[in-house]
């Protein structure tokens, strides 16, 4: 009989200026712009998806894109810019690990360390990961499988961190409408298999501004324990994922929606 690694009853807990999160207790809701543009772009985002109700910053410092022509970091400048903002606002931040070397400067900013869809299968930085004390935050794979996706997690909870986030973010498929096809089964299906915690990407899963909202709705209706969503304050100028991240007057009607319809669709929000 296989030995399951994980722990069910682990409570995963972040620390923001006024208060503890639990995950899977209180509704996690993550919000903030693909890439770090600037210090001015970064706490202007901040400060408002704060305000709107959002619980933990996201902030792309290292950027993995499919071509070396796009946009992909502020060079030194981008941890620093975060460490800023984080200090400023009290919030939580998540961000991405793509290099062990970077793994020690990193971790003395993030409150949870993001392995991207890319990495899913990266053994040596899962290795890293494992050994950490930190939350680390699993996205699924391009086109892997849930098997393959929860192998992943293994491979950080055998070396001794089992404070692991499992991250729905959309698989590849014959659709070509959205940049991915968004699987909410998933949802459960981990939720049951493994015991661990799942936050949607609606941003990614979609990469159609429009499908974000009922999307995120939608994650939530089967159980998801919070989403991440990309925003920016002028997403039609945004050097990352413009067309996938929300302008601040939708980032308030997604939040405000849910809040009114919070008996519907989410507990504990």
């Not at 923001?16 to 995950?23: E, F, G, P, Y």
């Not at 909202?213 to 209706?221: H, N, Q, T």
């Amino acid at each position: 009989m296989k030995k399951n690694l994980f722990d069910r009853n682990l409570k995963i807990e972040i620390n923001t200026d006024n208060k503890r999160l639990t995950v899977k207790e209180d509704k996690i809701i993550i919000a903030g712009p693909c890439a770090i543009e600037s210090y001015d772009q970064l706490l202007k985002t901040a400060e408002f998806v704060k305000s709107k109700g959002a619980n933990i910053l996201r902030g792309g410092a290292y950027k993995p894109r499919t071509s070396p022509n796009s946009f992909q970091r502020l060079k030194d400048e981008d941890l620093e810019i975060l460490k800023a903002v984080k200090k400023e606002t009290g919030m939580a931040v998540i961000t991405e690990l793509m290099d062990i070397r970077e793994l020690d400067r990193l971790y003395e900013v993030t409150d949870i360390i993001q392995i991207g869809s890319r990495n899913m299968q990266n053994f040596n930085l899962l290795t890293e990961v494992g050994k950490q004390d930190k939350p680390v935050m699993l996205k699924r794979g391009l086109s892997a499988t849930i098997g393959e996706w929860i192998g992943a997690a293994e491979y950080i909870a055998v070396e001794g961190n089992s404070k692991i986030i499992m991250c729905e973010r959309g698989i590849r498929t014959y659709n070509d409408y959205t940049r991915n096809t968004l699987d909410l089964a998933a949802v459960p299906i981990i939720q049951k298999e493994t015991g661990l915690p799942v936050v949607v990407d609606p941003s990614h899963g979609t990469g159609v501004r429009y499908l974000i909202k009922p999307m995120s709705i939608g994650a939530f209706a089967v159980g998801a324990d919070g989403i991440m969503v990309e925003v920016h304050p002028e997403p039609e100028n945004a050097l990352s994922d413009g067309m996938q991240s929300l302008n601040f007057n939708e980032f308030e009607d997604l939040i405000s929606y849910i809040k009114k319809n919070k008996k519907k669709y989410v507990n504990h929000f």
